[in-house]
């Protein structure tokens, strides 16, 4: 086992509390726990679904209203290139959910064939890291496509199994279910710290919230993406998936407003019911010894490059999500690094003071946060099903769909939306084959075989009327 250091506490919190001094012990069952809960902070980790990187309204997006989401942008860290790794299957939201609480990448989670040795020891997982670590643990989220084993190994699990028009309220139950457990813990005077993890069904579809937030919200004053497109301009090998089935083929602007705002809808209301969170905390006096880390378990297009889900690899499309951090140690900053969801993993480890499982792949983001260290990874690479494989650094993004035999290439730096592809110009072939092979590379690091090439590649070219 590692022990991750906790950085945000040693430069940030109390000298009092510090006197406090933390004492482990080893339990009967032979993991490390702590007598001593008050130097200890509690973690509140709300992992939304399907929610973009950029529906946040101070992260740019004027169009959304999300004034408590706001205030951890105001005043804590921003990450603005989190992604999660991959997906091999057409529900991204659920290897991003095992990566995110095993702490392993997408090839290696329980299930698929590069599992670990221990890949599905719950012990492994991190609600039970956190509770040999002294934590009480308490989950509350959506059923369908979650990793089960993973949420099954918090001490309380409660499952939101709202469908259709029950989903009005999902945003609503599970605030107030969390208010009455943080009311429970006040009133029983209850000592350990948590570990709530808050796993929302929604931005996802179908998009029904509470009339209020709907009302807030007029297709036609809503601003479409400038990768707004009405067709993906070729086949990316996973054309007829679900989620391109919720918009009509082609995409019209009429059509992609009207769901935004619907979007935008869920949205609010999370965000609402998420101050009502923030508020319990203050009441129960536990807002200021509280991390609050906000995240999406994918990002979404909505018309981006005419595309209506989260299996594609554009950075306003399926992979990049949100990442926030907030609360006592975590200073207001903003940081560009390239990181994965599984970071998360045992940045949170760290906040607990807990040991890492032996092969937890994520890497701690403290370091970035407190100064200490600028990035964790000179990489990012993600990963489609075997129809899509991108790499990028911090000015170039290839993305390459073995599908079809076919690559793109972008300046991500001067060009964030991905409207300009290099790849047809002559000049730029070194440039391609240097991406290639360090794509070549990660693949490796990260036990995907996946061919890059070939022999019978399907027709490039789509049409959204026939080709159904």
Same mark, same amino acid.
């Given at each position: 086992?590692?022990?991750?250091?906790?950085?945000?506490? !040693?430069?940030?919190?109390? &000298?009092?509390?510090?006197?406090?001094?933390?004492?482990?012990?080893?339990?009967?069952? %032979?993991?490390?726990?702590?007598?001593?809960?008050?130097? =200890?902070?509690?973690?509140?980790?709300?992992?939304?679904?399907?929610?973009?990187?950029?529906?946040?309204?101070?992260?740019?997006?004027?169009?959304?209203?999300?004034?408590?989401?706001?205030? !951890?942008?105001?005043?804590?860290?921003?990450?603005?290139?989190?992604?999660?790794?991959?997906? $091999?299957?057409?529900?991204?939201?659920?290897?991003?959910?095992? $990566?995110? !609480?095993?702490?392993?990448?997408?090839?290696?989670?329980?299930?698929?064939?590069?599992?670990?040795?221990?890949?599905?020891? #719950?012990?492994?997982?991190?609600?039970?890291?956190?509770?040999?670590?002294?934590?009480?643990?308490?989950?509350?989220?959506? %059923?369908?496509?979650?990793?089960?084993?993973?949420?099954?190994?918090?001490?309380?699990?409660?499952?939101?199994?709202?469908?259709?028009?029950?989903?009005?309220?999902?945003?609503?139950?599970?605030?107030?279910?969390?208010?009455?457990?943080?009311?429970?813990?006040?009133?029983?005077?209850?000592?350990? *710290?948590?570990?709530?993890?808050?796993?929302?069904?929604?931005?996802?579809?179908?998009?029904?919230?509470?009339?209020?937030?709907?009302?807030?919200?007029?297709?036609?004053?809503?601003?479409?993406?400038?990768?707004?497109?009405? !067709?993906?301009?070729?086949?990316?090998?996973?054309?007829?998936?679900?989620?391109?089935?919720?918009?009509?083929?082609?995409?019209?602007?009429?059509?992609?407003?009207?769901?935004?705002?619907?979007?935008?809808?869920?949205?609010?209301?999370?965000?609402?019911?998420?101050?009502?969170?923030?508020?319990?905390?203050?009441?129960?006096?536990?807002?200021?010894?509280?991390?609050?880390?906000?995240?999406?378990?994918?990002?979404?297009?909505? %018309?981006?490059?005419?595309?209506?889900?989260?299996?594609?690899?554009?950075?306003?499309? %399926?992979?990049?999500?949100?990442?926030?951090?907030?609360?006592?140690?975590?200073?207001?900053?903003?940081?560009?690094?390239?990181?994965?969801?599984?970071?998360?993993?045992?940045?949170?480890?760290?906040?607990?003071?807990?040991?890492? &499982?032996?092969?937890?792949?994520? =890497? #701690?983001?403290?370091?970035?946060?407190?100064?200490?260290?600028?990035?964790?990874?000179?990489?990012?690479?993600?990963?489609?099903?075997?129809?899509?494989?991108?790499?990028?650094?911090?000015?170039?993004?290839?993305?390459?769909?073995?599908?079809?035999?076919?690559?793109?290439?972008?300046?991500?730096?001067?060009? *964030?939306?991905?409207?300009?592809?290099?790849?047809?110009? #002559?000049?730029?072939?070194?440039?391609?084959?240097?991406? $290639?092979?360090?794509?070549?590379?990660?693949?490796?690091?990260?036990?995907?075989?996946?061919?890059?090439?070939?022999?019978?590649?399907?027709?490039?070219?789509?049409?959204?009327?026939?080709?159904?």
């Amino acid at each position: 086992m590692k022990t991750v250091t906790l950085y945000a506490l !040693l430069l940030f919190y109390s &000298p009092l509390l510090w006197a406090q001094k933390t004492v482990s012990i080893k339990s009967e069952s %032979g993991h490390t726990t702590s007598n001593d809960h008050k130097a =200890k902070l509690n973690i509140l980790h709300i992992h939304a679904d399907d929610f973009k990187a950029d529906a946040i309204h101070l992260l740019g997006n004027k169009d959304v209203h999300t004034p408590n989401l706001d205030k !951890l942008v105001e005043k804590g860290f921003h990450f603005s290139r989190a992604y999660t790794m991959g997906s $091999m299957i057409g529900a991204v939201c659920l290897p991003s959910r095992t $990566m995110l !609480l095993t702490g392993r990448s997408w090839l290696r989670i329980p299930g698929q064939k590069a599992a670990a040795g221990n890949a599905s020891d #719950s012990n492994t997982f991190l609600p039970k890291v956190m509770e040999h670590a002294g934590y009480q643990t308490w989950h509350y989220g959506k %059923g369908g496509n979650e990793f089960i084993e993973g949420v099954k190994a918090f001490q309380t699990n409660i499952i939101d199994d709202a469908r259709g028009q029950q989903r009005v309220e999902s945003s609503k139950n599970l605030a107030d279910k969390t208010i009455e457990f943080l009311k429970t813990r006040s009133n029983n005077q209850e000592s350990s *710290p948590f570990y709530i993890y808050l796993a929302p069904p929604v931005p996802h579809d179908p998009r029904i919230a509470e009339a209020k937030f709907h009302e807030m919200y007029q297709a036609d004053t809503i601003k479409l993406s400038p990768s707004f497109k009405p !067709l993906h301009p070729f086949n990316n090998g996973d054309m007829k998936v679900r989620d391109e089935t919720l918009a009509p083929w082609p995409r019209t602007e009429q059509d992609t407003k009207k769901q935004l705002a619907d979007y935008y809808a869920c949205i609010t209301g999370l965000d609402y019911h998420i101050g009502r969170i923030f508020d319990a905390l203050k009441e129960s006096n536990q807002w200021e010894n509280t991390i609050i880390i906000f995240s999406g378990d994918n990002g979404l297009s909505m %018309g981006d490059h005419g595309l209506f889900g989260k299996q594609n690899l554009y950075e306003f499309g %399926g992979m990049h999500v949100p990442l926030l951090f907030f609360g006592p140690g975590i200073p207001k900053g903003r940081s560009d690094a390239l990181v994965y969801l599984m970071d998360v993993f045992p940045t949170i480890a760290g906040v607990g003071n807990a040991p890492l &499982p032996d092969k937890v792949e994520g =890497k #701690s983001l403290m370091p970035i946060i407190t100064g200490k260290g600028q990035k964790v990874r000179e990489l990012m690479y993600t990963g489609y099903k075997n129809c899509m494989r991108s790499i990028r650094n911090e000015n170039w993004k290839l993305i390459r769909y073995p599908l079809i035999n076919h690559t793109q290439l972008f300046n991500i730096k001067e060009d *964030p939306y991905e409207l300009n592809d290099l790849s047809d110009q #002559s000049r730029k072939k070194g440039l391609i084959d240097k991406m $290639m092979k360090l794509l070549t590379q990660e693949m490796a690091a990260y036990a995907d075989d996946a061919p890059l090439v070939v022999d019978k590649p399907l027709k490039k070219d789509w049409n959204s009327t026939t080709d159904k």
